[in-house]
Structure formats: structure tokens, C-alpha cells
């Protein structure tokens, strides 16, 4: 018998379409600032990001990404900076001279 052909894999990868963290950023700000619901926050952003304005589902999901508790955002900050660790695994040491992963 023949080989069987499985079905290649359809869609985007998870997390691939997720809001870049400067959006999310400015997102947090003004609703902190403004104490805007999620309608005003597009009408807000809608100028600035024309077509790669969140939609209102979107704004609910990362109010809820980022709480207002000292612990959460202590989390959070964590996070970031585990995040930027895996974009750029390497960082220049001055006492050898040279390149050494982060991991």
C-alpha cells in the first residue's frame, strides 16, 4: 500500500496573534488615565492604529492581562522580562570580553 498523507497543519500558530506589548502598553495607560470602557478605548486608539485597532473583546482581554494588585503587577513584570530574555538570548560580558547566553 501507498503512503498515507496526512492533513498539513492549518492556521496560526498560538500567540502569533497577539496585540504587540507597546499597543497593550498604551492600551493599560489610557484606561487607567481615562477610566474608559472598551468602546471608548477603540474609538480613542482608532485614529493612531487605523485597521490594527483591538477590537472592544481585545481591550477586555488585556485590561484583564494587566490588574491593578502590587503583586500581579510584580508577576507581570517578571514576565516581561522573562520575555525579552527569550528574544534576545545573549548579552555582551565585559570581564570576558565576549558574548554569553542567558540561559
Do not use: H, W
Not at 9 to 19: I, L, M, N, V, Y
Not at 53 to 74: G, H
Amino acid at each position: 500500500m501507498g503512503r498515507r498523507r496526512l492533513p498539513y497543519k492549518r492556521g496560526a500558530k498560538p500567540g502569533s496573534g497577539r496585540t504587540p506589548g507597546e499597543v497593550e502598553r498604551n492600551i493599560i495607560k489610557a484606561y487607567r488615565r481615562f477610566g474608559s470602557n472598551r468602546y471608548e478605548l477603540v474609538l480613542l486608539f482608532k485614529p493612531y492604529y487605523l485597521d490594527r485597532t483591538p477590537s472592544p473583546a481585545t481591550m477586555d482581554r488585556i485590561k484583564a492581562r494587566y490588574p491593578l494588585n502590587e503583586v500581579q503587577k510584580q508577576i507581570i513584570k517578571r514576565y516581561e522580562k522573562q520575555s525579552l530574555r527569550r528574544t534576545c538570548p545573549y548579552r555582551y560580558d565585559q570581564d570576558t570580553k565576549g558574548y554569553q547566553m542567558l540561559f
